[in-house]
């Protein structure tokens, strides 16, 4: 198994999609699918609970049928294919390992099945344990491993095969928030190193931007937005988006636009400032209603001279070196973060000034939820 040059691979594709549409009586789980995962790329499928995450990856491994559009797998046609004929690895969450079979066994099992030779076998099973760290439970049985001993094994099995295409569902979701980091982090350090092709499906948008190249954000069987983690933090296609990334949530404010003096906005609560970027430069000739998303992050408290608020603190949340603070408006509610160290000299019901990055507020559609550009 050799290292592949990553940019060489750029531009080949391990998996495309055009068009794929698949429903379940009636309804569409997928809706007219498009997207091209480049060859030895990590992509994350992120979306809500039943957004058609597991359907797309079942529909990759040949287990769900597409009603219309068409696959390609490294380039090739794929619709036809019977599962075992596609050369993909599906890994689920909660993967079975054999109870009777040592750990050496359960890695070495796919090998077997198809035939390869016992001194392959032996260098191809110690090789993976290596690379995930399980060499030592190798000669244990399942039940003597902890959880996470279990997983990297189980994960070794998958890996050891070396298939076309790797895909993840929800592969950590079982395993408790430690092992979780430590093994994201490993999944992307042996992609990285061996130019593995991952899609992984998860609705973790912190385990998304951990790991992806691309995020390929679905909602209700639609692509909505597919872009690198980043982009998708500051450029969110919809206040749907933006709401899924990042912790605290962002906050939605009902605002106005007006071309006036540049361009200015009003704020519920009476707050007026200059229009950000996106809306200056937008060639608005007349007023309209928006929603304005502001960032926990990109609120600030107490500088009374810059401040265009005053808020009563209503909950503090400790967050370790972090903390979230709610605060009562007149008529709205914000969400601040802020260091715990400022969040140490505050109190519940005490009144304190809020002010905001003005440049960094992001303005929606309100009927669309489209981000305004
Ligand atoms: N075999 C099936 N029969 C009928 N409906 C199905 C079937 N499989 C999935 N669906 C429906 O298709 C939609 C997408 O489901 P899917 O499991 O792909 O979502 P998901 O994003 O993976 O969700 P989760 O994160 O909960 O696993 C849901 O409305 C679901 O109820």
């Known amino acids: ?8 691979l750029a531009d080949s594709a391990g998996l495309e999609f055009r068009g794929a549409t698949k429903s379940y009586g009636g309804k569409r789980a997928l809706n007219d699918i ?14 809500a609970a039943g957004a058609g995450k597991t359907t797309m990856l079942r529909s990759i491994a040949g287990l769900e049928k597409l009603d219309a559009g068409e696959l390609l797998i490294g380039g090739e046609p794929a619709n036809h294919l019977e599962p075992k004929d596609r050369d993909v690895a599906m890994i689920f969450d909660n993967l079975a390992l054999y109870p ?20 392959a076998i032996e260098t191809a099973v110690q090789g993976i344990a290596s ?38 569902d929800e592969p950590l979701s079982s395993l408790d928030a430690m092992l ?9 350090r042996l992609q990285r190193e061996f130019g593995y092709t991952f899609v992984m499906a998860t609705p973790d948008y912190t385990e998304a931007m951990a790991v992806a190249d691309s995020i390929a954000f679905l909602r209700e069987g639609e692509i909505i937005q597919i872009a690198e983690p980043q982009t ?14 990042g912790e605290p949530e962002i906050n939605l404010l009902p605002a106005s636009y007006s071309p006036d003096e540049g361009g200015r906005v009003m704020l519920g609560d009476g707050i007026v400032c200059q229009a950000p970027p996106a809306l200056r430069q937008g060639g608005y000739r007349t007023s309209f209603q928006f929603m304005a998303g502001i960032r926990p992050e990109h609120l600030r408290l ?5 401040s265009a608020w005053c808020g009563e603190v209503t909950d503090i949340e400790p967050l370790g070196t972090k903390a979230a603070i709610t605060t009562a408006l007149p008529r709205s509610e914000v969400r601040i973060l802020v260091a715990a160290t400022v969040a140490r000299d505050l109190k519940v019901g005490q009144f304190t000034s809020i002010s905001f990055d003005q440049d960094k507020l992001i303005a929606f559609d309100r009927t669309t939820k489209a981000r305004l550009l």
């Not at 290292?3 to 060489?8: K, T």
């Not at 979780?180 to 992307?188: A, D, H, N, Q, V």
């Not at 107490?302 to 810059?306: I, N, Y």
């Open 131 to 168: 690379k995930l760290k399980c060499v030592h439970v190798l000669g244990r049985l399942p039940r003597t491993m902890s959880g996470g001993e279990r997983q990297r094994v189980a994960l070794g099995r998958a890996l050891v095969r070396e298939p076309r295409l790797f895909l993840l």
């Open 100 to 119: 009777n079979k040592t750990g050496f066994e359960n890695i070495a099992h796919p090998l077997r099945v198809s035939g390869r030779e016992r001194t």
């Open 1 to 8: 198994m050799n290292a592949l040059p990553r940019a060489a």
């Open 302 to 306: 107490g500088t009374p001279e810059l």
């Open 180 to 188: 979780r980091i430590e093994l994201r982090t490993e999944l992307r």
């Open 34 to 47: 498009s997207i091209f995962v480049p060859r030895g790329s990590f992509t994350v499928i992120l979306g």
């Open 232 to 245: 998708l933090y500051d450029e969110p296609a919809d206040w749907d988006v933006a709401r899924f990334i």
